[in-house]
């Protein structure tokens, strides 16, 4: 098997990790990764996610965030703040495997064996891409069953059992998909952005701002830059991929029954016009730079146990 290219994984010259990089183990360590990184972070920012949607949806259905979530857990309780935790929590761990393990696939496939002196930024994102491409092919169902139980009121399912079961049996599996061309829309460049920019990132703060290597510093100073990094690489994401974002939540809960997808997002922006595609985005940039700083946390510390190296800086 090919030994890996350090400027891609910082491989240290004597160390080796207890599972073999580039081996089907490897690649199946990463996609669990993704899974524990990706799952459960989505799910503790429901209520984030809860309040931003029905915003982007309805701007005048609360006057703030703080305000939502007050009268929610008024009327709905802890339940209510975080509904639509089920279809978050599944979908987002299907996401979060297919983003992660593609990306490690993707970046050795084209970094290593398909260019090998490729520009490193090139195959961050062409890596990037291809992986949540596939990803969101997984994540597309539930994402749709999560946005129509947020966004409609009275809610239009009270779980993802009720859900999936009420899409299908009216509009079959295919409007399970109906989103699926702004979500490719929404999480392509987001991911893009999110995998190169936390990579570039990482690799400055070691170079620019501390001046030692990465293998100079322990693991748990090492996560630290992680957590840093991911926060900075959040907060482009959120703003790249903002206007597609509303444009899914819009599509989930407005596309009319047989309505091609151009068709409904004519329609919708001519409602919304330009400034409604900014709609929520200050609690996304608070939502997606939390989550990605704590992805990145949880992605490399669960990388370290395992004796693999951190994500970036190399």
Known sequence: ?????????????????????????????????????????????????????????????????????????????????????????????????????????????????????????????????????????????????????????????????????????????????????????RQIPYTMVKFATFEKTVEVIYKKILGKPKEAYNAFQQTGVSFLGGYIAGIGCAVVSHPADVMVSKLNADRKAGEAATKAMARIYSNIGFPGLWNGLSVRILMIGTLTAFQWLVYDTFKVTLGLPTTGGH
């Open 1 to 185: 098997m090919a030994q890996p290219n350090p400027k891609f994984y910082g491989q240290q010259p004597h160390s080796k990790p207890r599972i073999e990089l580039f081996s089907k183990n490897y690649f199946a360590a990463c996609a669990l990764g993704g899974i524990i990184a990706c799952g459960p972070t989505h799910t503790f920012v429901t209520p984030l996610d809860l309040v931003k949607t029905r915003r982007q949806v309805d701007s005048k259905l609360y006057s703030s965030n703080i305000t939502a979530w007050r009268k929610i857990f008024r009327s709905e309780g802890l339940r209510g703040v975080f509904f639509g935790w089920s279809p978050t929590l599944v979908g987002y761990s299907f996401q979060g495997a297919g983003k992660y393990g593609f990306y490690e696939v993707f970046k050795y496939l084209y970094g290593e064996t398909m260019f090998p002196g490729a520009n490193k930024t090139v195959v961050y994102l062409a890596a990037s891409a291809s992986a949540e491409f596939l990803a969101d092919i997984a994540l597309c169902p539930l994402e749709a069953i999560k946005v129509r139980m947020q966004t409609t009121l009275p809610p239009y399912a009270k779980n993802l059992r009720e859900g999936w079961r009420k899409v299908v049996s009216k509009e079959g599996y295919g409007g399970l998909y109906k989103g699926l061309y702004p979500l490719w829309g």
